[in-house]
């Protein structure tokens, strides 16, 4: 007797066509938060993942691939304070009653692997990686709780100059996923300086630190005022909700703005005007420093201030940076699919993080790296009109006409595969025309039709659908174009391939 749990919904009844019917369905439905995507959504995930990939290898970085799942304790920023460590993260009990969490990024993962294998790593460590990562957060409009990752990192160098190397390869990476020169710009800070400013202001709990990190954090989106308000008791937004202050007097808020208030540029000149903001403390001209020795390596890397600007409103809203932090921005102008301008902002950002391998050894190791939202840098290039999917195309769809000729239609799709050409045999049970209509929606660049007269004739007939696309979208003014690709033809089956293949190269 089969006692295995049933997968019903709840009681089900038979009825007259052999099929249950349930009292109970479930919804069709994805957990909020969950997108499903299709084949050109991860097309073009694949594209920026190659062309990154490729850079990264580029500069001598080996690819590293970490488990979906770590204990929640070794995840850093959401060690388990209750019975349940469910903040930002999901999370369930092992078989040996131990905490374990999907992976939140993709940086303590890393930091987990070095400390577990450090006496066998080379030294410096240089890793990429890339894939899902999981939010346990509040999902809204463009915020996913599960999403895709790309990172490099460098373990094991506190020389400024590893941090300017992820900078210039974040620089290139980003560029070769399909932005184009000049449609982003990195902007760098050191955390440092911020540190030497507040204990010049006399800030020293760390409570009360973060607090200022938090608030500066937010000066793109709240301005100087609504800064200022969290840098001192507070702040009550529009809804009527209060958040808590750094609890910073007026004298020590106004530092913390000025220095904030020095323009992002040219990375010499930015540099002159913060060394007058913070120039003196031990910490700020370490940073400085630190900071100079960046600008030095960028320049002899070739990277320019468009590309890569020293900007002090840059902090990072993450813990565990203690040096050198960036930003990604988004520089193109964006729209949605109503044609209304969007804001994209920020694509990635990353920064020196030299305590977070020591949560596991320690002993401080330091660590720098850039990470940026695959996911959201695809859907940024669509809606900057560079859509990287809509170079995917479907299969050639050879359409059955006759079923006692089954065999032929699946030798021809044998010949298209055996020559790299994507292709299948229509299986459904529609005629001629809903085939053609599959065949469009597939996007495929051609039909393949064998009736009775090319089945007697040893012939084939290609409909050219990239072609009926291109006029549908106005190349129908290119005469020259037009002539040269007619939009049926019937050809030997033995120039099959041939034609296909003259199909594929000539898309518009």
């Known amino acids: 007797m089969d006692n295995s749990p049933s997968l019903s919904a709840g009681p089900a009844t038979a009825n007259r ?91 303590a993962p890393l930091a987990r692997f070095a400390a577990q294998n450090w006496e066998t790593l080379p030294k410096p460590f240089r890793r990429y990686a890339f894939g899902p990562v999981w939010r346990n957060e509040k999902p809204g409009p463009g915020r996913y709780r ?102 910073l007097n007026a004298t020590a808020a106004e530092r913390v703005l000025a220095f904030t208030a020095v323009e992002a540029g040219e990375r010499g000149q930015v540099l ?75 694509i990635g950002g990353g920064g020196r993080y030299d305590d977070l391998v020591a949560r596991f050894t320690g002993e401080r190791t330091p660590a720098v790296g850039f990470s940026f939202g695959v996911t959201r840098l695809a859907a940024a290039l669509k809606a900057a009109g560079r859509d990287l999917a809509a170079e995917v195309r479907g299969p050639v769809v050879v359409l059955v006409l006759d079923q006692t000729a089954m065999a032929e239609y699946f030798a021809v799709a044998g010949e298209l595969r055996a020559a790299g050409i994507a292709a299948e045999v229509y299986l459904g049970t529609s005629g001629m025309r809903p085939q053609m209509k599959y065949a469009d929606r597939r996007l495929s660049p051609a039909a393949v039709i064998m009736g009775g007269d090319e089945l007697a004739a040893g012939t084939v007939t290609v409909k050219d659908l990239d072609l009926g696309r291109a006029l549908a979208s106005g190349v129908a003014d290119n005469a020259a174009w037009r002539a040269e690709r007619p939009g049926q033809m019937t050809v030997p089956r033995a120039d099959l391939v041939a034609v296909i293949r003259k199909i594929l190269q000539a898309r518009p």
């Not at 500066?216 to 005022?225: F, I, N, W």
């Not at 031990?282 to 890397?301: F, H, K, P, R, V």
């Not at 468009?306 to 565990?320: H, I, K, S, T």
């Not at 932090?325 to 520089?331: D, G, I, M, Y």
């Open 17 to 107: 066509g052999g099929m249950t019917s349930d009292v109970s369905r479930p919804e069709a439905r994805n957990p909020r938060g969950f997108a499903d995507r299709r084949a050109r959504d991860l097309a073009a995930e694949r594209t920026i993942l190659a062309a990154v990939s490729e850079v990264y290898e580029r500069y001598g970085f080996e690819a590293l691939d970490t488990g979906a799942l770590e204990y929640a304790d070794a995840l850093g920023k959401f060690l388990p304070d209750d019975d349940r460590p469910n903040e930002g993260v999901f999370a369930l009990t092992d078989d040996d009653e131990q905490w374990v969490a999907l992976r939140y990024d993709l940086t």
């Open 146 to 247: 599960e999403f895709v990752q790309c990172d490099a990192d460098t373990v094991g160098s506190a020389r400024p100059e590893a941090d300017a190397e992820i900078i210039a390869m974040a620089v290139a990476g980003l560029e070769a996923s399909g932005l184009p020169a000049g449609s982003a710009v990195l902007k760098i800070n050191n955390r440092k300086l911020l540190n030497g400013l507040m204990a010049a202001a006399g800030v020293t709990a760390e409570g009360q630190k973060l607090g200022v990190l938090r608030a500066v954090d937010k000066l793109d989106r709240l301005g100087p005022g609504g800064v200022r308000l969290l840098l001192g008791e507070g702040r009550k937004d529009e809804s009527g909700a209060f958040t808590k202050g750094a609890g």
């Open 272 to 346: 002159e005007r913060l060394a007058n903001v913070v120039g003196g403390s031990a910490e700020g001209d370490e940073g400085l420093a630190e900071l100079a020795a960046i600008d030095a390596a960028l320049t002899s890397l070739g990277v320019e201030s468009d590309r890569a600007m020293f900007d002090p409103a840059v902090v990072r809203g993450l813990e565990y940076y203690t040096g050198a932090v960036f930003e990604a921005e988004l520089l193109l102008q964006t729209t949605d699919e109503k044609g209304k301008p969007v804001r994209f902002g920020s």
